[in-house]
């Protein structure tokens, strides 16, 4: 399985920015797909996840500024933030688990840079 992660970059306060994250190879169980993110100092948190019965989950920070997509047919997910602001910067790692079959590891992207300027 890898996780191809695209789409981090310099914004500022108040802008947008769209992350994609293209999963590859033997994902037949993983049926979660989703973005953390690590700021300087901090642990890795929960931004958002999908299922792929078009379930999500976001991180109350985020809600109602993120929006979590996924194209099945091509095992994408995309994240468009908007509204961004100082605190959402941070390294942004994709996520594929199962939440069906708890044994399974697992998999994380390379993470893609976020910086949202003030």
């Known amino acids: 399985v890898q996780l191809q992660a695209s789409g981090g970059g310099l914004v500022q306060a108040g802008g947008s920015l769209r992350l994609t994250c293209a999963a590859s190879?033997?994902?037949?169980?993983?049926?979660?797909m989703g973005w953390y993110r690590q700021a300087p100092g901090k642990q890795r948190e929960l931004v958002a996840t999908?299922?792929?019965?078009?379930?999500?989950n976001y991180a109350d920070a985020v809600k109602g500024r993120f929006t979590i997509l996924r194209d099945n047919a091509k095992n994408t997910v995309h994240l468009q933030m908007n509204v961004l602001k100082p605190e959402d910067t941070g390294v942004y790692y994709c996520?594929?688990?199962?939440?069906?079959?708890?044994?399974?590891?697992?998999?994380w992207g390379q993470g893609t840079q976020v910086t949202v300027s003030s």
């Open positions: 999908i299922r792929n019965d078009g379930s999500t």
């Open positions: 190879g033997n994902i037949f169980s993983l049926n979660a």
């Open positions: 996520n594929l688990r199962s939440t069906l079959i708890p044994t399974l590891p697992d998999y």
